[in-house]
């Protein structure tokens, strides 16, 4: 099927892939012209396990291409993605500026054939009857400049919107895409469904997945807010969960339990599941934090005050600050302190630092007067966020970062941090204290290295 996906970030860039490879014509369209040349040269925007070697076939096999000519992906495509950011506004609702934008541009080139537009952009609930009116402003401006009113009536009449929220987790996008929990699909056109059901269909069958002994992937047909709800209630009750274990942890540490030995406990009963149960100091990235204080915003608008969700985004931000809380009982004054932090990204296998636990991290110690260190396997003192970064000084390899340190944190839960050499690291501290604020590295080998090891109820 001729595919347009337009926004190539994270989800865009993903989908755009992963659909050329299961045999669709895919055009990629970004309004940022120097992603665009990058991509056409052959590399990835972004760093995603599995992507750079996929996009390369892709694009070779002639079913891949990047543009950033809006009116020949509309015209290319019978289905066209949006795949823009919907980032928070400082009110805490969703930012859907970009969302507007694109769905005006779609209707500004729209031609007679049928299209069906879809939302993969996380978007407040109601949006894909505001993204139809703002696709027929576009026509209607378009009528305004001179095309016939005749045509405006085609336009009408002939595209859908529909609802396709995405599930990727980043760092595991690739496989997370060609092997979905679920598919969800909300649209009240039966034809646009018809659509996307066979543009999935190698998907649901599992012929390009890892596990095709698998039974079908699930698809769930549903309205247009069902589907905005679902994406919304499903970041919802993952952040809540973290939330909840990570209160857990706290009680854990007063009363001398280990929530990783509970998290084990209470995961095995099926109801609860063990995902997702992993305490630390907190869940960041560009999409839990934005996505339930959006839809506590929605509530609020609808005036219902969502006590459960404001709870979870309490403790979590308390949580990244329990950091501090456990290096100030360790070494008392922070001042004059030098500080390193293992990891800078919100997890691991991402490039991707928006809403990094690390960042409040270090605006907190450099508040309380210690020198900040970093080393992250692929944040360097090259990468952007140079202004976010700017009051840490980032090392090129761990044992440069251990070199006088008083303390380590261990704030993303990178693999190769499970095979550092920590006697070695530890030689060349200036105090040999290590905070996990994973759980992530292994208490008794640390403490045989010579390390005073805390970690989070554990
Ligand atoms: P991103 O910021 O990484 O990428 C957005 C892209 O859109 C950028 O490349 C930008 O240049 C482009 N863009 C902006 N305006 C444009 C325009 N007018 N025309 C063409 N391109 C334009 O965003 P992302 O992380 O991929 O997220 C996209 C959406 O998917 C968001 O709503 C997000 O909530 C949702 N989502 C993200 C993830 C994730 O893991 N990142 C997972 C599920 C859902
Ligand atoms: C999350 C969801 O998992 C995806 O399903 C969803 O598509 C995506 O948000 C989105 O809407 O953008 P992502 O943000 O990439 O994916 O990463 P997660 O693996 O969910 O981790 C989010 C945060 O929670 C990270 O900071 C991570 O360290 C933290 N986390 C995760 C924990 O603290 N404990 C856990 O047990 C799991």
Redesign the pocket.
């Given at each position: 099927m001729k595919v347009c996906v337009i926004g190539t970030g994270y989800v865009g860039l993903v989908t755009g892939v992963c659909l050329s490879h299961i045999g669709h014509h895919v055009i990629c369209v970004d309004n940022n012209e120097e992603k665009v040349k990058l991509m056409k040269s052959g590399q990835s925007p972004i760093f995603e396990p599995g992507l750079s070697g996929l996009m390369k076939n892709c694009s070779a096999s002639g079913l891949l291409e990047f543009s950033s000519d809006l009116a020949a992906g509309v015209k290319h495509g019978e289905i066209l993605f949006i795949a823009v950011g919907t980032p928070a506004l400082p009110t805490g609702e969703s930012d859907t500026r970009y969302v507007e934008a694109v769905a005006k541009g779609i209707g500004s080139h729209l031609d007679e054939n049928y299209k069906v537009i879809v939302n993969k952009s996380?978007v407040p609930i109601g949006s894909g009857d505001w993204v139809k009116m703002i696709v027929l402003d576009g026509v209607k401006e378009r009528q305004q400049t001179g095309d016939s009113c005749d045509l405006e009536n085609k336009i009408i009449a002939n595209f859908d919107v529909v609802s396709n929220p995405?599930?990727?987790?980043?760092?595991a996008a690739v496989f997370d895409t060609f092997n979905p929990d679920r598919i969800v699909l909300g649209s009240n056109s039966e034809k646009a469904i018809a659509l996307m059901q066979q543009l999935y269909q190698p998907l649901v069958e599992r012929t390009f997945g890892d596990n095709p002994s698998l039974p079908p992937v699930p698809v769930v047909v549903t309205d247009l807010n069902s589907a905005e709800m679902i994406k919304y209630a499903?970041?919802a009750f993952?952040a809540t969960k973290?939330s909840f274990i990570n209160e857990v942890a706290n009680i854990c540490d007063r009363v001398g339990a280990d929530v990783i030995q509970v998290a084990e406990g209470i995961g095995l009963d099926s109801r609860i599941g063990s995902k997702?149960?992993?305490a630390?100091l907190?869940?960041?990235?560009?999409?839990?934090p934005k996505?339930v204080s959006a839809l506590i915003h929605t509530a609020d608008d609808y005036n219902y005050e969502t006590e459960l969700l404001k709870s979870a985004v309490n403790v979590n931000k308390r949580q990244r600050f329990i950091i501090i809380e456990k290096l100030q009982n360790e070494l008392k004054i922070l001042k004059g302190k030098v500080v390193g932090l293992l990891g800078l990204t919100?997890?691991p296998d991402t490039d991707d630092m928006r809403d990094a636990p690390s960042l409040n991290i270090i605006k907190e110690l450099n508040r309380l007067g210690a020198k900040v260190k970093a080393y992250d396997p692929i944040i360097s003192s090259q990468t952007g966020m140079s202004q976010a970064l700017s009051d840490v000084i980032i090392e090129t390899n761990p044992e440069m970062l251990a070199d006088g340190c008083d303390a380590l944190i261990l704030v993303t839960d990178w693999q190769q941090f499970l095979k550092l050499d920590y006697p070695k690291m530890g030689k060349l501290m200036n105090n040999c204290l290590i905070i996990d604020g994973r759980n992530f590295l292994d208490k008794q080998s640390l403490q045989k290295a010579g390390f005073r090891y805390v970690g989070i109820g554990h």
């Open positions: 996380t995405e599930f990727l987790r980043e760092g499903a970041n993952l973290i997702f149960l992993q630390g907190g869940w960041g990235g560009s999409c839990f996505d919100f997890k």
